[in-house]
Every structure is written in structure tokens, then in C-alpha cells.
């Protein structure tokens, strides 16, 4: 069965450094998103993504995050100088369609920890 | 905005008895979608069960079913016959038909299953 995979499962870095979280959704999907749980938070939304472009973001998602489906198959979400609260667990989902049943897969997460 | 509210943190259920988990939603939306997903230890998030709102009955997938009641704003799970496997959190979410395909979580209920 297809299924959503996510690059590196565990990733530390220090304070101010970028990170690159990667993705690979289901082949046949055309709309890609990222979300993110704090420890012992809920699942919060940060982005969706069709076509090329961004077509929702959350007030999380601001200038230090961006997305980016660099070939056919990676879609990453880049955190460009990293703070203590981005530590959480992100989350990739695709969906084939949007609307309709529109159901996400999600993907492990990577589990961020910032120093 | 949306919000969904899961009241309970925590249930506990003996093996092979039921247990049902509450949620409760607000929207001004009439046509949308809600899901139940299970994150057990390994974090992945896993669809249980999806119900679209212009459905009256109620959907069930194997000891898997929702009580959605769309005047009251009230979508609980019950899971019968409760297995080892089926401890997890279990996280409820709404997503709109009309506004793009963000999902929008509950805060997780914690489901326990005593042997």
C-alpha cells in the first residue's frame, strides 16, 4: 500500500540553524501539507500546498518557514533560523483531491528538536 | 473558525469491552467533513473512520462507529470489542467542504486498553 514518507525521522539542530524537513507523498497525490504537534499539544496546520504554490497557510507559517516541491517526487518544508519552540513533531500529508472525500495519509513525522 | 473540542484526556477500557470518546465541534459551515484519527506510540497518524456532513447515517468501519449528531455539533467514536492495539490517542478533526482542505484537530483523547 502507498504510503507517505518522512526524511530524517529525528532531527537536532541548534538555535538559529536552518533545517530542512523532507517528504515523499503518495505518487498519484496533487496536494501536499505540513503540520506540527508540540509535545502534548494538538495537531496544528501550518500549510498546504497544490500546483506549485502555496494555497493556505496558518499564522504559524510565517516568514522563517517555506515549502518548496523542488522535483516530482520531494516536498519539504525549510525553517530557515530555528528557534526553542519550533521543536515539535511535524507531520507531511497528501491527499489526492481536494474536496470530495479528500482524505489525508500521513506521513511518521520528523521529530524536531532545537537546542 | 473552526474549533474542535475533545473533553475527555483520558479513558480506559478493559480488553473485548467498548469505549466511546466524545468530540464536539462549532462551524457555521453546513456541508463539511469530520475524521477520527488514531496516533498510537509510533506517532504515525492513522485514519479510523471519516463521515461527510449531509449524511444522516452514521458511518461505521468494523469495530469502528460514529454517533454524529449535526444539530448538536457532536461526533463521538465507539470502539467495540477493544483490542491491545487499539490503545492510542485518538484525535477528532474537521475539515470544511467549501474553505480549501486544512483539518483542524481536537486536542486528543488518550485511550487505554487493560488486559
Redesign the interface.
Same mark, same amino acid.
Do not use: D, H, T
Given at each position: 500500500e502507498p504510503e507517505v514518507t518522512q526524511t530524517p525521522s529525528h532531527q537536532v539542530t541548534q538555535m538559529g540553524q536552518e533545517v530542512i524537513l523532507r517528504c515523499v507523498p503518495i505518487s498519484n497525490h496533487l $496536494?501536499f $501539507?505540513w $503540520?506540527r504537534q508540540i509535545l502534548g499539544?494538538?495537531? /496544528?496546520?501550518l500549510v *498546504?500546498f497544490y500546483n506549485n504554490e502555496i494555497? /493556505?497557510k *496558518?499564522e504559524i507559517f510565517d516568514d522563517q518557514f517555506s515549502v518548496e516541491r523542488p522535483d516530482g517526487s520531494n516536498f519539504t518544508l525549510k525553517i530557515r533560523s530555528t528557534k526553542l519552540e519550533d521543536s515539535a513533531?511535524y #507531520?507531511c500529508?497528501s *491527499?489526492e483531491a481536494? =474536496?470530495g472525500?479528500? /482524505?489525508? $495519509? #500521513? =506521513?511518521? =513525522?520528523t521529530?524536531l528538536t532545537v537546542t | 473558525a473552526q474549533t474542535v473540542t475533545q473533553s475527555q484526556p483520558e479513558m480506559s477500557v478493559q480488553e473485548a469491552e467498548t469505549v466511546t470518546l466524545s468530540c464536539t465541534y462549532d462551524t457555521s459551515e453546513s456541508d463539511y467533513y469530520l475524521f477520527w484519527y488514531k496516533q498510537p506510540p509510533s506517532r504515525q497518524m492513522i485514519l479510523v473512520i471519516r463521515q461527510e456532513a449531509y449524511k444522516q447515517q452514521n458511518a461505521t468501519e468494523n469495530r469502528f462507529s460514529v454517533n454524529f449528531q449535526k444539530a448538536a455539533k457532536s461526533f463521538s467514536l465507539k470502539i467495540s470489542d477493544s483490542q491491545l492495539g487499539d490503545a492510542a490517542m485518538y484525535f477528532c478533526a474537521y475539515r470544511d467542504k467549501a474553505a480549501g482542505n486544512k483539518l483542524t484537530f481536537g486536542g486528543g483523547t488518550r485511550v487505554l486498553v487493560k488486559p
Open positions: $496536494y $501539507y $503540520y499539544q494538538k495537531v /496544528e496546520f *498546504s494555497s /493556505e *496558518s513533531m #507531520f500529508a *491527499s481536494l =474536496g472525500r479528500g /482524505e489525508q $495519509y #500521513f =506521513g511518521p =513525522g521529530r | -
